[in-house]
């Protein structure tokens, strides 16, 4: 209740806030007024109405979406893997929409919006679907070859993908700006139609981590123990990897790289609420898009009228806080 509060609280300053002041009372009303059966004069001229409902409202719900997506991909690697340390790109995802993005604005300069959050998707998850077949290989067909070279071959993945994305920059550097701005992250261009967009996989995915929960659980003790239990350690695995893939190849297709949400949420989560996925995912998920809300509130206000990039603002927060992670992680290990 303390995390929809306070997701509630952010998305509603969110609105609130920005260079077109709106009134409390005239928000409050309008949106009472999208509610069937229930009709509320909310007193906003045109201006105010088309203020609201076509560029704060999306952008709101882009990043209590895309915040939420990352965090709760977040925690489900970290189940997986057992390793706070884990991120949603650890899989060549980030790496994957990269390319994904950069063909589509190299090659379709005049392409409509919609282009390059589809090639960003798509990239998204054949980098981590590159990965995954490169750990079948690594292991001779065994099920991902395991957590260790699963990450190792994530890792070959990313630079492979990073090395085609930096030769398709220096081939079409008269693209540069558009490229950067896309890799910097942000939802400042979110919309009604990105959001239709991505809706249907990231409820998919959503609700398949949510009801992994208890079996991350159970993985956390250990293979052997999971399948005494009647478990299969592997197929559990697996689906949390799509899962987890699938939910950041939503965000960052909308949203670009926005990096450490997938680090901080989860880790604070279990700081304040214990170690068990059955809360810590559906935590992650409210608690990530609270703090992607007030990062974007943030990148928008603090240089106004110019606004920074999101990704930025979330290096700001998430890399001082991943060293206190690695440390506290270092301080568990020499236990």
């Known amino acids: 209740m303390v995390a929809l509060a306070v997701l509630a609280a952010t998305m509603l300053a969110a609105l609130l806030v920005g260079a077109a002041?709106?009134?409390v009372s005239g928000v409050l009303k309008a949106l009472a007024d999208t509610i069937p059966f229930v009709?509320?004069?909310?007193g906003l001229s045109v201006v105010e109405h088309n203020v609201l409902f076509e560029l704060r409202?999306?952008?709101v719900l882009m990043a209590a979406l895309v915040g939420g997506l990352l965090a709760i991909a977040g925690a489900g690697y970290q189940g997986v893997f057992r390793n706070p340390l884990a991120d949603p790109y650890l899989l060549?995802?980030?790496?994957?929409?990269?390319?994904?993005?950069?063909l589509a604005i190299v090659a379709l300069p005049g392409s409509p919006d919609f282009a390059v959050p589809a090639a960003a998707f798509t990239g998204a998850i054949t980098g981590v679907l590159m990965a995954y077949g490169l750990g079948q290989v690594a292991s001779r067909g065994g099920p991902g070859g395991g957590t260790g070279t699963l990450v190792l071959a994530g890792v070959a993945v990313a630079n492979f993908l990073s090395a085609v994305q930096?030769?398709?920059?220096?081939?079409?550097?008269?693209?540069?700006?558009?490229?950067?701005?896309w890799i910097l992250g942000g939802v400042?261009?979110?919309?009604?139609?990105?959001?239709?967009?991505?809706a249907p996989y990231a409820l998919i995915a959503v609700v398949?981590?949510?009801?992994?929960g208890r079996l991350l659980d159970v993985l956390a003790v250990g293979d052997e123990e999971a399948t005494t239990l009647g478990m299969s350690a592997a197929r559990v695995r697996l689906l949390v990897l799509l899962a987890a893939s699938l939910a950041t190849a939503c965000a960052v297709a909308v949203s670009g790289l926005i990096a450490f949400v997938g680090i901080v949420v989860p880790h604070l989560v279990r700081r304040l609420a214990g170690g068990s996925y059955r809360i810590v995912l559906p935590l992650s998920l409210l608690v990530g898009g609270a703090f992607l809300e007030l990062a974007d509130l943030v990148a928008r206000t603090v240089?106004?009228?110019a606004e920074l990039p999101l990704g930025v603002v979330t290096a700001f927060v998430g890399g001082p806080f991943f060293v206190l992670v690695l440390r506290a992680t270092r301080r568990q290990v020499d236990v």
């Open 303 to 305: 240089v106004a009228p």
């Open 208 to 212: 398949v981590l949510l009801t992994h």
């Open 57 to 59: 409202l999306p952008r």
């Open 188 to 198: 400042g261009t979110a919309d009604w139609g990105q959001l239709r967009m991505v």
């Open 21 to 23: 002041g709106l009134p």
């Open 166 to 181: 930096t030769f398709l920059q220096q081939a079409n550097s008269q693209q540069l700006q558009r490229i950067f701005a």
């Open 39 to 42: 009709h509320v004069d909310s």
């Open 92 to 102: 060549g995802a980030a790496a994957g929409a990269g390319v994904g993005a950069t």
